[in-house]
């Protein structure tokens, strides 16, 4: 009888030979693949075509090996040909935080972010609606709560960064076969390397991108990463250690990896150094109402309603997408600009326009 041969869109890799011949030997003996294995691998598990048990053994020996810069571009490099992009006029920072959410402390981006905008940085941010594994509130529900629409197709959300200063990608609009991956991905109980990629996607294209990592080596993982895609080339990349390996800064010390055109280096930011002294725990919220919470703190924070850590934390990560986009030339120029979007009332007027939006 002879062999079954395989679709013709399809190389010679199946994610089965794979995992034996590759990356499934165990965690000291997997080696790594090839730019060619990665991309076949990810046109596969997007075209469906792996079976539900080989492709959970196919992320999980991933997970055990660690993917490097090469397999990470070629994955997203395919991820990059299902995104529906849309470019506002607007040159904005893109914010990829972590699309599984948080559990435990305010989610400051989307308040960060209106301050931004209301200082003339414009930002938009992406993610998906609790995506696997933690399945908490991200960047939708916050913005959910504050009455902002955020189930938009594309072309809506570059409108949106346009007129507001501040737009919102909805994954299953501008990635839907990265969302058709929800069910199996939540059957695997742990993240896989699609929770990394999905968050370098860039649906606005925008020329800096400001990301969270957890440890130094995977900034320069990421910058690499960047490097060796051809689907994007940002002139910045910023990646720096998240509360909750989300897009805030952490109080106290917090690791920052900057690369601008090839040039790499890192630093540090000491919150006390700017007059803020609190912790951790002073920025926890309610864990069963994280999105309302941190809607209710935005709110009074756009509307000069606080002068406490919260609003300090929020003044801060504003201040740290205005330095990315370059729009102030040290983190404490802006600190000022972000201070001043509060205090003018520009901030709590890019609130309203979100709403109008």
Same mark, same amino acid.
């Given at each position: 009888?002879?062999?079954?041969?395989?679709?013709?869109?399809?190389?010679?890799?199946?994610?089965?030979?794979?995992?034996? !011949?590759?990356?499934?030997?165990?965690?000291?003996?997997?080696?790594?693949?090839t730019?060619?294995?990665?991309?076949?691998a990810?046109?596969?598990?997007?075209?469906?075509?792996? /079976?539900?048990?080989?492709?959970?053994?196919?992320?999980?020996?991933? +997970?055990w &090996?660690?993917?490097?810069?090469?397999?990470?571009?070629?994955?997203?490099?395919?991820?990059?040909?299902?995104?529906?992009?849309? !470019?506002?006029?607007?040159?904005?920072?893109?914010?990829?935080?972590?699309?599984d959410?948080?559990?435990?402390?305010?989610?400051?981006?989307?308040?960060?972010?209106?301050?931004?905008?209301?200082?003339?940085?414009? %930002?938009?941010?992406h993610s998906? /609606?609790?995506?696997p594994?933690q399945k908490?509130?991200?960047? &939708?529900?916050?913005? /959910?709560?504050?009455?902002?629409?955020?189930?938009? %197709?594309?072309e809506?959300?570059?409108?949106?960064?346009?007129?507001?200063? =501040?737009g919102?990608?909805?994954?299953?609009? @501008?990635?839907?076969?990265?969302?058709a991956?929800?069910?199996? +991905?939540?059957q695997?109980?742990?993240?896989? =390397?699609?929770?990394?990629?999905?968050?370098?996607?860039?649906?606005?294209?925008?020329?800096?991108?400001?990301g969270s990592?957890?440890?130094?080596?995977?900034? &320069? &993982?990421v910058?690499?990463? @960047?490097?060796?895609?051809?689907?994007?080339?940002?002139?910045r990349? %910023?990646?720096?250690?998240?509360?909750?390996?989300?897009?805030?800064?952490?109080?106290?010390?917090?690791?920052?990896?900057?690369?601008?055109?090839?040039?790499? +280096?890192?630093?540090?930011?000491?919150?006390?150094?700017?007059?803020? *002294?609190?912790?951790?725990?002073?920025?926890?919220?309610?864990? *069963?109402?994280?999105?309302?919470?941190?809607? !209710?703190?935005?709110?009074a924070?756009?509307?000069?309603?606080?002068e406490?850590?919260f609003?300090?934390? %929020?003044?801060?990560?504003?201040?740290? +997408?205005?330095?990315?986009?370059?729009?102030?030339?040290?983190?404490?120029?802006?600190?000022?600009?972000?201070?001043?979007?509060?205090?003018?009332?520009?901030?709590?007027?890019?609130? /309203?326009?979100?709403?109008? =939006?």
């Amino acid at each position: 009888m002879a062999q079954a041969t395989e679709p013709a869109e399809f190389g010679e890799w199946p994610l089965k030979r794979l995992m034996t !011949e590759v990356v499934g030997s165990g965690v000291k003996s997997a080696e790594d693949m090839t730019r060619e294995q990665a991309t076949e691998a990810m046109e596969r598990i997007l075209a469906d075509e792996p /079976d539900p048990t080989t492709l959970g053994a196919f992320w999980l020996a991933n +997970r055990w &090996k660690h993917n490097n810069a090469e397999e990470l571009s070629g994955y997203a490099d395919v991820i990059a040909e299902d995104v529906v992009y849309a !470019e506002p006029d607007v040159d904005p920072v893109d914010c990829g935080a972590n699309y599984d959410g948080k559990g435990d402390t305010a989610i400051l981006g989307a308040a960060a972010g209106i301050v931004a905008a209301g200082a003339g940085t414009p %930002v938009v941010a992406h993610s998906g /609606d609790r995506v696997p594994t933690q399945k908490q509130d991200a960047y &939708k529900h916050v913005l /959910d709560e504050l009455g902002v629409r955020t189930e938009l %197709v594309p072309e809506e959300s570059a409108e949106m960064a346009d007129e507001t200063g =501040f737009g919102f990608y909805y994954q299953p609009e @501008f990635a839907p076969h990265v969302h058709a991956l929800w069910d199996r +991905r939540d059957q695997m109980g742990v993240r896989t =390397f699609v929770n990394t990629v999905e968050t370098l996607a860039n649906p606005a294209k925008a020329d800096v991108h400001l990301g969270s990592f957890y440890h130094l080596a995977f900034a &320069k &993982k990421v910058t690499s990463t @960047f490097e060796q895609m051809s689907s994007q080339s940002p002139h910045r990349v %910023v990646m720096f250690q998240g509360m909750e390996g989300y897009d805030d800064i952490r109080p106290g010390y917090t690791k920052v990896g900057e690369w601008t055109d090839g040039e790499f +280096r890192d630093y540090e930011i000491e919150t006390p150094e700017y007059g803020m *002294d609190f912790e951790y725990e002073d920025l926890e919220v309610d864990p *069963d109402d994280v999105a309302g919470d941190s809607a !209710e703190l935005t709110e009074a924070i756009l509307a000069g309603e606080r002068e406490d850590h919260f609003a300090d934390a %929020v003044a801060l990560n504003a201040a740290f +997408r205005i330095y990315a986009r370059e729009d102030a030339d040290t983190l404490e120029e802006g600190l000022e600009l972000a201070r001043e979007s509060i205090e003018s009332g520009a901030a709590d007027a890019v609130l /309203d326009d979100l709403r109008d =939006f």
